[in-house]
């Protein structure tokens, strides 16, 4: 059973980046995308971006070009999620999580269990 | 970029009752690649359709996709009192991989 299991809450000034990690476990890592999807409080699913880490480079929504980074260590089965330039706009839960076939950004299962993301001064 | 506009906002019902989703795009997916999922509060979201018809592993057979390129559906009949939730579509057709903004079921 594939498991993806996020890094813990953070707290971040304006102005400032964060680094979330997400870390599959249970099966197959390099073949599969790895999505970065966000949630503001009361507010819908925002896909941010991803990666498919047997194929390189990340694939990003223009919205966050510039401002997000996505990359993958597959030698331990992480991928990591930095967005800079914090904003209030910013706080949200961030939620990765792995497609549901190899090789290409397909429906997404399972989902990490989510990391809170608060931009506060 | 694939916009997708989920109705109703919000659609109340009771349990028992047939209940019915739409998710139009504004341009046509191809391959049907629509999925449907279901968020319940403080929670991930859970898949529940792909391939615009395709029950997800574990999932009843009460959930029921249909439709393809831009007018989709999700059925859900006999409605249980877990299933009280908001749904969402997302298309994985092209990038960015969109969601709609949601349909809040409520009793």
């Known amino acids: 059973q594939v498991q993806v299991v996020q890094s813990g809450a953070e707290v971040k000034k304006p102005g400032s980046s964060v680094k979330v990690s997400c870390k599959a476990s249970g099966g197959s890592f390099s073949s599969y995308a790895i999505s970065w999807v966000r949630q503001a409080p009361g507010q819908g699913l925002e896909w941010m971006g991803g990666i498919i880490p047997i194929f390189g480079p990340a694939n990003y929504a223009q919205k966050f070009q510039g401002r997000v980074t996505i990359t993958a260590d597959e030698s331990t089965s992480t991928v990591y999620m930095e967005l800079s330039s914090l904003r209030s706009e910013d706080t949200a839960v961030y939620y990765c999580?792995?497609?549901?076939?190899?090789?290409?950004?397909?429906?997404?299962?399972?989902w990490g269990q989510g990391t809170l993301v608060t931009v506060s001064s | 970029e694939i916009v997708l506009t989920q109705s109703p906002d919000t659609l109340s019902l009771s349990p028992g009752e047939r209940a019915t989703l739409y998710c139009r795009a504004s341009?046509?997916?191809?391959?049907?690649?629509l999925a449907w999922y279901q968020q319940k509060p403080g929670q991930a979201p859970r898949l529940l359709i792909y391939?615009?018809?395709s029950r997800a592993t574990d999932i009843p057979d009460r959930f029921s996709g249909s439709g393809s390129g831009t007018d989709f559906t999700l059925t859900i009949r006999r409605l249980e009192p877990e299933d009280f939730a908001v749904y969402y579509c997302q298309q994985y057709d092209n990038s960015p991989y969109t969601f709609g903004q949601g349909t809040k079921l409520e009793i």
């Open positions: 391939g615009a018809s």
């Open positions: 999580a792995r497609a549901g076939v190899r090789g290409s950004y397909s429906w997404i299962d399972p």
């Open positions: 341009q046509s997916v191809s391959y049907r690649y």
